[in-house]
């Protein structure tokens, strides 16, 4: 712990504990300057911020937005949350995100007029845009992703929620898109108790995330008047100023991550069957999590493994259950998965806090 306390009673002190107040307008700037990224906007957590980021990206009800089938439930839910279709898309292997290469061979199936776009020839739905999620906190493979979306004219909206620290050719995810979101949920890399933010380099779409996480209440010394249907997503005040003190401690804490990440390399590397999951080629990764890969993938091993760490007091975790086999996603549209349900197979994260790292050195 760093300024927590401080930061979080002078904002008692000071009043301004909700939506207004200088710990939130702070934060935003910390995050932009952080991640390079011109505009940052806070909102009350991760899913809202990629619910308005699709949004503002054209995502509207009816439409399909491709994701990866390995991702937490709130990139669909996001989706979703437009009314649009989740889209499920193929992983890659080393990187643990979409496969551009795959989506490139898949989309061939899919035809493309300049007037409307790109559209799903099999549902004749509109496919609005293509989510990159930065698993564990690996960046995807973003050049070939991006020569991908301009071949096939699909806005990008990055899911870089687990990616805080992470870069791929030096450059931050979250700000390739034309809007990446970040979580500051409780398990993130830092946290504001629940919180999330929008990055863009367009002024246009950060004043527009802005109004309409505001209610779209147009400013005025007394005055309520409101344009549009809106949402009230804005991040408090009080959550901002836990957020300004994790942000001063975040490269520290980022050093101890990867130091903890080495060990469990180093340790590793001779156990036979066993692998460990390294940040891809081109990309510095904040190790997140830290993922084992099963050489062999098998769902009853995984588990016998999960049963006998968790029994003995270890805190691992599979990866998730691929979002086409939850019951409300089962009826998606969706591309062959083989690598997805391998990763699914095979992949066990392991504790990852960065206090385990200690007095490593
Ligand atoms: C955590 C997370 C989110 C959502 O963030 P919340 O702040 O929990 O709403 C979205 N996508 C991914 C991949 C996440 O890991």
Redesign the pocket.
């Known amino acids: 712990m760093g300024n927590e306390w401080d930061r979080v009673k002078d904002c008692l002190d000071s009043t301004f504990v909700s939506s207004v107040g200088k710990y939130v307008d702070r934060f935003e700037v910390m995050l932009a300057e952080y991640t390079g990224a011109k505009y940052a906007v806070a909102v009350v ?4 911020a ?1 619910h308005i980021a699709l949004f503002l990206a054209g995502v509207r009800p009816g439409d399909e937005v491709l994701i990866p089938a390995l ?2 439930v ?2 669909a839910n ?1 989706v979703s949350h437009c009314e649009a279709i989740p889209h499920f898309i193929e992983s890659q292997f080393e990187t643990l995100g979409i496969d551009p290469h795959a989506l490139n061979d898949y989309l061939k199936h899919c035809s493309l007029s300049s007037s409307e776009g790109l559209t799903n020839r099999l549902t004749g739905r509109r496919i609005a845009a293509v989510v990159p ?1 930065h698993t564990y906190g690996h960046p995807v493979e973003m050049g070939s992703l991006l020569d991908v979306a301009d071949r096939y004219h699909l806005p990008v909206v990055e ?1 870089a ?2 990616s805080l620290g992470s870069c791929y050719r030096g450059q931050h995810t979250g700000t390739f898109g034309q809007l990446g979101t970040l ?3 409780g ?2 890399v830092i946290t504001t108790g ?3 933010a929008i990055l863009t380099n367009d002024a246009k779409l950060a004043q527009q995330a802005k109004h309409l996480t505001t209610t779209a209440k147009q400013p005025h010394r007394w005055g309520f008047f409101h344009d549009a249907v809106a949402w009230n997503y804005r991040l408090p005040n009080l959550n901002a100023a836990l957020g300004c003190a994790q942000m001063e401690q975040l490269s520290s804490l980022l050093n101890r991550k990867r130091l903890l990440a080495q060990k469990y390399q180093e340790v590793l590397q001779d156990v036979e069957g066993i692998g460990f999951v390294v940040e891809p080629a081109n990309s510095q990764s904040n190790y997140w999590l830290n993922t084992l890969r099963l050489e062999q993938p098998s769902l009853s091993i995984r588990d016998r493994l999960l049963t006998a760490a968790n029994d003995g007091g270890y805190q691992c975790r599979p990866t998730w259950t691929l979002l086409h086999k939850l019951p409300m996603y089962a009826d998606c549209p969706r591309a062959p998965l083989p690598v997805a349900e391998r990763l699914e197979a095979s992949l066990i994260n392991v504790p990852s806090s960065a206090k385990l790292a200690g007095n490593m050195k």
């Open positions: 957590n991760g899913t809202a990629l991702s937490f709130a990139t996001a999620m899911d929620a687990e979580s500051f949920n398990n993130k629940g919180g999330g």
